[in-house]
């Protein structure tokens, strides 16, 4: 039996199923940002005054900027990978989202040497409330990268047989975990200003 849908937009939506299903996942995920933003926001001003721009001081602001442009090629060559396949062209789609796994891969890695270089200068989570809310914010954007990584690694190795079998199908997902990613990336563009640079 074939589930319907799965190439073809749904009259009622003008979406197939698997984009309305990832639009749905990331409304909540924008809840959940959401609400870790707005407590952001009301520890900073509920904090002695200039107490939040103070404690950031330890930030490293040079890597931090390095790591946003790294993310911003990941979603440039996400891109390409997704129009690869539209323009039929597999060697290409594997050369681009190899890069943005690469991206994804240093990205992880400069977040593990800031936080070892806080751990160095004993600062964790229990030192103030700016960083109980640096680690929260930084550590669960670090678990998504961390779960994009598995399912971009998957599409790229072991699931790309679907190409052979149904293009259509295997371009759609790659639409799908490219909106995620966007997604991803875009909640670094709103951290990186409120917590390296404010």
Not at 33 to 47: D, H, K, Q, V
Not at 165 to 188: A, C, K, M
């Given at each position: 039996?074939?589930?319907?849908?799965?190439?073809?937009?749904?009259?009622?939506?003008?979406?197939?199923?698997a984009k309305l299903g990832v639009w749905l996942f990331l409304?909540?995920?924008?809840?959940?940002?959401?609400?870790?933003?707005?407590?952001?926001?009301?520890?900073?001003?509920?904090?002695?005054?200039?107490?939040?721009?103070?404690?950031?001081?330890?930030?490293?602001?040079?890597?931090?900027?390095?790591?946003?442009?790294?993310?911003?090629?990941?979603?440039?060559?996400?891109?390409?990978?997704?129009?690869?396949?539209?323009?039929?062209?597999?060697?290409?789609?594997?050369?681009?989202?190899?890069?943005?796994?690469?991206?994804a891969l240093v990205f992880l890695f400069i977040k593990y040497?800031?936080?070892?270089?806080?751990?160095?200068?004993?600062?964790?989570?229990?030192?103030?409330?700016f960083y109980a809310i640096y680690f929260t914010l930084t550590?669960?954007?670090?678990?998504?990268?961390?779960?994009?990584?598995?399912?971009?690694?998957?599409?790229?190795?072991?699931?790309?047989?679907?190409?052979?079998?149904?293009?259509?199908?295997?371009?759609?997902?790659?639409?799908?975990?490219?909106?995620?990613?966007?997604?991803?990336?875009?909640?670094?563009?709103?951290?990186?200003?409120?917590?390296?640079?404010?």
């Amino acid at each position: 039996m074939n589930i319907p849908y799965t190439v073809e937009e749904r009259p009622d939506t003008g979406l197939y199923n698997a984009k309305l299903g990832v639009w749905l996942f990331l409304a909540s995920e924008v809840m959940l940002f959401g609400g870790l933003f707005s407590a952001y926001i009301f520890l900073r001003f509920g904090a002695p005054a200039g107490a939040f721009h103070e404690w950031g001081q330890e930030l490293n602001v040079p890597l931090a900027t390095f790591n946003t442009m790294i993310l911003i090629t990941s979603s440039v060559t996400m891109v390409m990978s997704w129009a690869s396949l539209k323009l039929n062209d597999f060697k290409k789609f594997k050369l681009y989202m190899g890069v943005t796994l690469l991206c994804a891969l240093v990205f992880l890695f400069i977040k593990y040497l800031e936080y070892t270089a806080k751990f160095d200068h004993h600062i964790y989570p229990s030192t103030n409330t700016f960083y109980a809310i640096y680690f929260t914010l930084t550590g669960l954007h670090g678990l998504h990268i961390i779960g994009g990584m598995a399912v971009l690694f998957y599409l790229w190795l072991p699931g790309n047989k679907m190409w052979n079998s149904d293009p259509e199908q295997f371009t759609n997902r790659i639409e799908i975990v490219g909106l995620y990613w966007h997604f991803v990336d875009l909640v670094w563009i709103f951290l990186f200003p409120i917590l390296y640079l404010l």
